[in-house]
């Protein structure tokens, strides 16, 4: 079992050393739900002006407000050491600071699986727990019809996107798996 202080530090391997969970906004939850509100002005929202006169009420933009629900999830996870372990371990009092860094590692691995690959539906319990990314996306999906990652599937893609999302291109990131990349770094 860890301290408090040791679980907050195991906390903080999986969510530093991940790719996807560091691109993510992380929420503590004191509960099991937690709502949090966005707000974000969709459309135009500056109009050329004359000084003293206001906007016309057509050429005020109301920002699009809604909440979204948090519900945690409960996961166990169990790194058992014997006694004689860590007993004869060279590396003595490091030994329990190694093994925990490697359990977070490890979770860090599983936390963005289940992230990307969650299905209510999937026969595998652990994934079976939420739905991930994959599952959740409905909208602006590219069909590739099976075929390998290329820059014209990547185009596409592109191109499909909302002009919303395309405004800062530094902002971008193409996640895919290292196969695909391999792929695609072959085809050019």
Same mark, same amino acid.
């Given at each position: 079992?860890?301290?408090?202080?040791?679980?907050? /530090?195991?906390? +903080?391997?999986? #969510?530093?050393?991940?790719?996807?969970?560091? !691109? @993510? %906004?992380?929420?503590?939850?004191? &509960?099991?739900?937690?709502?949090?509100?966005?707000?974000?002005?969709?459309?135009?929202?500056?109009?050329?002006?004359?000084?003293?006169?206001?906007?016309?009420?057509?050429?005020?933009?109301?920002?699009?407000?809604?909440?979204?629900?948090?519900?945690?999830?409960?996961?166990?996870?169990?790194?058992?050491?014997?006694? /004689?372990?860590? +007993?004869?371990? #060279?590396?003595?009092?490091?030994?329990?600071? !190694? @093994? %925990?860094?490697?359990?977070?590692? &490890?979770?860090?691995?599983?936390?963005?699986?289940?992230?990307?690959?969650?299905?209510?539906?999937?026969?595998?319990?652990?994934?079976?727990?939420?739905?991930?990314?994959?599952?959740?996306?409905?909208?602006?999906?590219?069909?590739?019809?099976?075929?390998?990652?290329?820059?014209?599937?990547?185009?596409?893609?592109?191109?499909?996107?909302?002009?919303?999302?395309?405004?800062?291109?530094?902002?971008?990131?193409?996640?895919?798996?290292?196969?695909? &990349?391999?792929?695609?770094?072959?085809?050019?």
């Amino acid at each position: 079992l860890l301290s408090p202080e040791q679980y907050l /530090e195991f906390v +903080e391997i999986p #969510i530093k050393s991940s790719v996807l969970i560091g !691109m @993510v %906004r992380v929420e503590q939850m004191g &509960a099991p739900t937690k709502e949090l509100s966005k707000a974000e002005a969709q459309a135009r929202i500056l109009f050329p002006g004359t000084e003293g006169n206001a906007l016309q009420l057509a050429q005020r933009t109301k920002a699009a407000t809604t909440k979204t629900t948090l519900t945690s999830k409960l996961y166990r996870g169990a790194a058992p050491v014997t006694d /004689e372990v860590l +007993e004869d371990n #060279i590396t003595k009092e490091r030994f329990q600071t !190694m @093994v %925990r860094d490697l359990a977070g590692k &490890a979770v860090k691995r599983d936390m963005e699986d289940i992230a990307i690959n969650g299905d209510t539906s999937s026969a595998d319990p652990t994934l079976a727990l939420q739905d991930g990314y994959i599952k959740l996306i409905t909208t602006n999906l590219v069909a590739a019809g099976g075929i390998r990652l290329s820059k014209t599937t990547l185009r596409d893609m592109d191109l499909l996107m909302p002009d919303a999302f395309r405004r800062d291109p530094s902002e971008m990131r193409f996640l895919t798996s290292h196969k695909a &990349a391999v792929w695609y770094r072959d085809s050019i």
